[in-house]
């Protein structure tokens, strides 16, 4: 494959609808390889913003926003790295010859549960939860009832557990709805509830496809609060048919869908059962770990998926990585990292969001370790003496 240089006639160009924190890293990885990267998203000063060549500010939901800066950098591929964005511009901007990673159809299927579940469960026959679709609070209580308890409720149109509970009882139903509409990161007319599955433990699987060969990363084991995550580690122990059950899966999903990249395949694990969760096209927040851990990132991989390169990498050891969140409104945020974030097997990455509030991500605290246990204490450690001003 020929290489070029960023800011010249024959540039390679790579757009990045979504400039959050792993958006930067992508930013970075594809900088090395001489991609010249723009960086779009609704607010200024976006974190890949501040490493990419060109930043633009708009409405990502705006079709003719999006499509408009689109057409005026004409990149060679657009890489959608949220949810919140206008799916009509990315079909749009397939017809007029681009190259949206991995592809429009797959950014509508996984940006939207109810197309994401229906495709995994009706079309492609995985194992999932129960499930129903509502679009009223009578529905959500019918539905709540014929699950039964607990449930979890979500807006069909949201991400990083905006608007997602855990319903215990008819008497939380009324404010699940209401949190629902209040925190979805995007639109809340309609909510999926799903029967909760007492899962023994939850994994993310990074699978990456580069158009000749599917890869899958060493699983991932997670925690999550309030539907975000806040620690992973890696590797996740699982028996090995398990595993084998959980790429096929993967595996399967993700042939679905499609096109180059490296998506984050979350999936539940209750015995020798394993179930079908979510779907993200794009680098996925738990895998971060991957950064100390592999010696090609998630980040790094899907680049080099997209530009259908090799996909070998070398995994190092255990490892893991935790969340640092705001503790408060600031309109400059000021991090306090202690020394021992510095050692030779453990280091911070800080986000540079330009404002925070209160459960904010705005840092990750990576740690090996000679097994997950220690890497996790580690990586915990290092959040716990963080503080933010």
């Excluded at 007319?189 to 799903?194: K, P, R, Y």
């Excluded at 042939?255 to 539940?268: K, P, S």
């Amino acid at each position: 494959m020929q290489f070029t240089a960023a800011l010249r006639h024959n540039a390679r160009r790579l757009m990045l609808l979504g400039a959050g924190e792993l958006g930067k890293e992508v930013a970075i990885e594809a900088q090395r390889l001489g991609l010249e990267v723009i960086a779009v998203d609704r607010y200024e000063g976006a974190p890949a913003q501040q490493v990419a060549h060109r930043a633009h500010v708009i409405d990502m939901r705006d079709e003719q926003a999006v499509l408009e800066v689109i057409r005026r950098e004409r990149p060679d591929w657009i890489l959608p790295e949220i949810e919140a964005i206008s799916i009509e511009a990315l079909f749009s901007a397939e017809r007029e010859g681009f190259t949206v990673i991995p592809n429009a159809e797959a950014v509508n299927k996984t940006m939207n549960r109810r197309n994401i579940r229906q495709f995994a469960a009706e079309e492609l026959g995985l194992k999932t939860g129960a499930y129903r679709f509502v679009n009223s609070l009578e529905g959500l209580q019918e539905a709540a009832e014929a699950l039964g308890w607990p449930c979890v409720v979500k807006p069909v149109m949201s991400s990083s557990g905006h608007g997602q509970s855990v319903v215990h009882g008819p008497e939380e139903v009324a404010a699940a709805w209401h949190f629902a509409q209040e925190d979805a990161r995007g639109d809340a007319s309609e909510l999926i509830v799903e029967a909760f599955i007492d899962f023994d433990y939850e994994i993310t699987l990074l699978t990456a496809r580069n158009g000749r060969e599917t890869i899958f990363c060493p699983p991932i084991g997670h925690v999550q609060q309030d539907g975000d995550y806040i620690l992973s580690w890696q590797p996740h122990d699982m028996k090995p048919e398990v595993l084998a059950e959980a790429q096929r899966m993967a595996r399967a999903i993700t042939d679905g869908l499609g096109g180059r990249g490296i998506f984050g395949v979350e999936l539940f694990v209750k015995g020798g059962e394993v179930f079908f969760s979510e779907v993200s096209p794009r680098p996925h927040d738990t895998g971060m770990v991957t950064l100390i851990t592999q010696s090609q990132s998630e980040f790094a991989l899907h680049v080099r998926a997209v530009l259908g390169l090799p996909l070998d990498f070398t995994f190092h050891g255990p490892g893991a990585s935790a969340a640092y969140k705001a503790s408060g409104h600031s309109a400059a945020p000021v991090l306090e990292v202690p020394e021992s974030a510095f050692g030779a097997d453990s280091f911070v990455r800080l986000f540079g969001k330009p404002v925070s509030h209160p459960g904010r991500r705005l840092a990750v605290a990576l740690a090996l370790g000679e097994n997950v246990e220690q890497a996790k204490e580690k990586a915990q450690a290092i959040v716990r003496a963080m503080a933010d001003q």
